[in-house]
């Protein structure tokens, strides 16, 4: 059943520009194929081209621009777009490309060395693959939604582990090499770019090269593991022994993470996973319940970027200002870049200023965004509201003077 990706909620802290100029510079050299060149086009075509049997140095890099007809470019890009925008905004731009590129090697290398045929190798799925894999490793509780077009038509949202494995990993590479074994697809390309792609993206996160956070593979692996090495040391030892009499805790248990830790980190997690299933129903009510719960736990929680906009504005609806004003202010903390964000700054200054008369933070956030107003309306708004802030404000401090 095909299942076309269309994005992931994941957030993307940072424009993806690495990501579009690779997506620019496929398309580019497609068209650039497509003129009407005649023999020299066909030259360079089989220049970039990977001939596996005697490749060339830098057909291992060329390759993996060239596709071979429309529908091939564009099925490479959308899956680049969906997944490599995450994967590029947490890598960062320069890491990001050679990340791709060194994916694409990888691929190119794992299929000559199985290939006696003497074929050509061709597109960008290697490199791709090895991004779709970095993004399981990078978000593996992230969903994506997908579209169906055939038997069940329409958008459906599933967890993003169960499509990468499943879906693009076993059923479109495996399964279907066994059942089609002379297609003309190059499946031992895309196993070879998913096997670099989960590897060195967990060896990145090892390293400490990527931020790591709460809920990348590693660390929901290293939660696992310290759970399961607290309960095995504990069950180990009688009562006395667990440092109940007062007596030293085994060495085991002491340097595993405490369950209490774990299940925080967990509760976390599910929050997180419980607000945007609400969200998805359509529940704001609830999903901005959910919220409250989850920053009962951690108050520096950020959701993703769509994901903390509807809290916030569920919140400014339902008038809980208190939460929207926090909601807000944590949705500016960590997506100050988004286009978003000088609207969300004029609504939080006002909710400060005229529903909790809270006039120093609201003058505060006003006059750090009065020269980042989009439009001469907006700013004519802030700038009426930031005169009112500061006049309450100095008849505050005058009136504590007295």
């Given at each position: 059943m095909p299942l076309i990706p269309i994005r992931t909620e994941s957030p993307v802290k940072r424009k993806p520009w690495a990501n579009i100029a690779l997506i620019a510079l496929n398309a580019f050299v497609f068209a650039a194929h497509a003129l009407p060149l005649g023999a020299w086009a066909d030259r360079v075509e089989r220049a970039m081209a990977l001939q596996t049997l005697a490749p060339a140095t830098w057909q291992f890099l060329t390759y993996q621009f060239a596709h071979a007809n429309l529908t091939h470019l564009l099925g490479n890009l959308v899956f680049l777009w969906v997944f490599g925008n995450s994967v590029n905004g947490k890598l960062g731009h320069g890491p990001y490309v050679l990340f791709y590129l060194a994916g694409g090697v990888f691929a190119a290398l794992g299929y000559a060395l199985l290939d006696d045929q003497g074929?050509?190798?061709i597109g960008a799925s290697g490199a791709i693959a090895a991004v779709t894999t970095a993004y399981l490793v990078l978000f593996p509780r992230s969903h994506v939604l997908i579209l169906s077009l055939i038997v069940l038509i329409g958008v459906f949202r599933i967890p993003a582990m169960i499509l990468i494995l499943v879906k693009i990993i076993l059923w479109d590479n495996v399964v279907a090499q066994w059942l089609d074994p002379d297609t003309r697809v190059a499946h031992t390309a895309h196993l070879a770019g998913y096997l670099f792609g989960f590897v060195a993206g967990l060896a990145l996160l090892a390293?400490?090269?990527?931020?790591?956070?709460h809920y990348d593979l590693l660390s929901l692996w290293d939660r696992a593991h310290r759970r399961f090495v607290w309960r095995?040391?504990?069950?180990?030892?009688?009562?006395?022994?667990?440092?109940?009499?007062?007596?030293?805790?085994?060495?085991?248990?002491?340097?595993?993470?405490?369950?209490?830790?774990?299940?925080?980190?967990d509760r976390i997690a599910e929050g997180r996973e419980h607000i945007r299933e609400k969200l998805a129903a359509g529940d704001t009510t609830g999903a901005c319940d959910a919220h409250q719960a989850l920053v009962s736990i951690d108050p520096q929680q950020c959701l993703a970027e769509r994901e903390q906009l509807l809290i916030a504005r569920g919140y400014y609806a339902q008038?809980?200002?208190?939460?929207?004003?926090?909601?807000?202010?944590?949705?500016?903390?960590?997506?100050?870049?988004?286009?978003?964000a000088p609207g969300v700054a004029l609504l939080l200054g006002i909710i400060l200023a005229r529903d909790l008369m809270n006039w120093s933070a609201a003058q505060r956030i006003l006059s750090a965004w009065a020269e980042r107003m989009p439009d001469a309306a907006r700013e004519a708004q802030l700038q009426t509201w930031l005169a009112e802030a500061r006049r309450e404000a100095s008849a505050t401090c005058k009136s504590k003077s007295r």
């Open positions: 074929t050509v190798l390293a400490r090269a990527v931020a790591r956070d095995k040391a504990v069950a180990e030892f009688s009562a006395p022994q667990r440092g109940l009499d007062g007596r030293i805790i085994p060495k085991a248990v002491a340097q595993a993470r405490s369950p209490e830790a774990s299940a925080a980190l008038g809980r200002m208190a939460q929207a004003a926090a909601a807000f202010e944590r949705f500016l903390a960590t997506y100050r870049d988004s286009s978003e």
